[in-house]
């Protein structure tokens, strides 16, 4: 399995971004997919998943903010990211487990939140 993500780049505070994250090679094999986020100095953290069935989790830093989706069809997922903070800065990652629970990583895509 091979994820691209893309979308990441700068925005104002309080503004909106969307990252998607497609899956390629053994796609049949996906069930929950998820972004994750690392900022400078801090450790790697979860930001939301979703699993096929379209069930999903957020940390509770990004609740009611930040919405993730997929499109099976396109082995697609998205994080739309409203009312961005300067905290929100980070490289995001995309995330996939297969059937047997084994992971997989995606390229990170940088967000910044500036002024």
């Known amino acids: 399995v091979q994820l691209q993500a893309s979308g990441g780049g700068l925005v104002q505070p309080g503004g909106s971004l969307r990252l998607s994250c497609a899956a390629s090679?053994?796609?049949?094999?996906?069930?929950?997919m998820g972004w994750y986020r690392q900022a400078p100095g801090k450790q790697r953290e979860l930001v939301a998943v979703?699993?096929?069935?379209?069930?999903?989790n957020y940390a509770n830093s990004v609740k009611g903010r930040f919405t993730i989706s997929r499109d099976n069809a396109k082995n697609t997922v998205y994080l739309q990211m409203n009312s961005l903070k300067p905290e929100d800065t980070a490289v995001y990652y995309c995330?996939?487990?297969?059937?047997?629970?084994?992971?997989?990583w995606g390229q990170g895509t940088l967000v910044t939140v500036s002024s």
């Open positions: 995330k996939a487990w297969d059937t047997n629970l084994k992971d997989y």
């Open positions: 090679g053994s796609i049949f094999s996906i069930n929950t």
């Open positions: 979703i699993t096929r069935g379209g069930s999903t």
